[in-house]
């Protein structure tokens, strides 16, 4: 048996023994959706070669709110998959869900996946690209309202300019969702972090409200919690997860 086959029998029996389990989750669970993530060297490296901006820039509340058309011709282009369909990953934590093994989901994704996965209780902390308001007088679009509009998306019942309600960069998070992640966290008996690299605060920071004993980190690459973790798999979150629910 391989490292990582046994890593994966150690990880199924922590799962079969816990009905406290919490998952945190980062843009690599959606990668395996087909949605790339565009903090990796390539989507920056395009986006940079295409708009001569960094995403981060792009992705601002300032470059939001003084180059909005530009705004939204590279969020429509690189943000928006509506297309994208949950993974093995999201069903399997579903399906956990539903078994009453994990209690919460604690994701940093904005795809709406872990709901049409059948996720109940989500935690979204940056936000969804599904929820969109009007800035001035707060009336809610949905996602084909933007996708539709021909450049910046305008509210039809009093001219103001839509906003998506997601978090981005300079924008604070939202208390009532992150006192609720650090509640389920600090509470639950094991966590799964997937899909992360732990490098985007504040929400990397929610690991260090875990008190419990077993950490369990999946992701294809190294890291900055692996020391601290009772366990690593270093394997695509979908195969795991897909393992882990095998009879």
């Known amino acids: 048996m391989t ?3 046994e ?5 199924k029996e922590l799962v079969a023994n816990s009905n406290n389990i919490v998952f945190f989750g980062g843009a690599g669970v959606s990668t395996e959706s087909g949605i790339p993530d565009f903090r990796s060297e390539n989507g920056i490296y395009n986006t940079i070669e295409k708009y001569g901006e960094s995403p981060e820039t792009i992705l601002s509340h300032s470059y939001f709110l003084n180059n909005t058309s530009e705004f939204y011709k ?10 994208a369909k949950p993974n093995n990953a999201h069903l399997a934590i579903a399906k956990l869900e539903k078994l009453g093994k994990i209690k919460a989901v604690v994701t940093q994704n904005i795809d709406d996946l872990h709901q049409k996965a059948g996720s109940e209780n989500v935690f979204e902390l940056h936000g969804s690209i599904m929820r969109n308001y009007c800035m001035n007088c707060k009336a809610s679009y949905d996602i084909d309202y933007i996708i539709d509009s021909e450049d910046i998306p305008i509210c039809d019942k009093c001219g103001g300019i839509i906003k998506p309600d997601v978090v981005l960069y300079q ?3 939202n208390n ?3 006192r609720k992640s650090i509640e389920y966290i600090a509470n639950a008996e094991v966590l799964i972090i997937g899909g992360t690299s732990l490098i985007v605060y504040p929400a990397a920071g929610l690991v260090e409200y875990f008190n419990g004993d077993n950490l369990v980190l ?7 919690y692996d020391d ?3 366990l690593v798999i270093n394997e695509s979150i979908g195969k795991v997860f897909k393992e882990v629910i095998s009879e």
């Open 218 to 224: 999946i992701n294809k690459g190294d890291t900055s």
């Open 228 to 230: 601290y973790a009772s």
């Open 7 to 11: 890593k994966i029998k150690e990880l």
């Open 74 to 83: 590279y969020y429509k282009e690189t943000i928006i998959h509506k297309s």
């Open 3 to 5: 490292d990582s086959s």
């Open 176 to 178: 009532v969702i992150m």
């Open 171 to 173: 924008e604070p998070l």
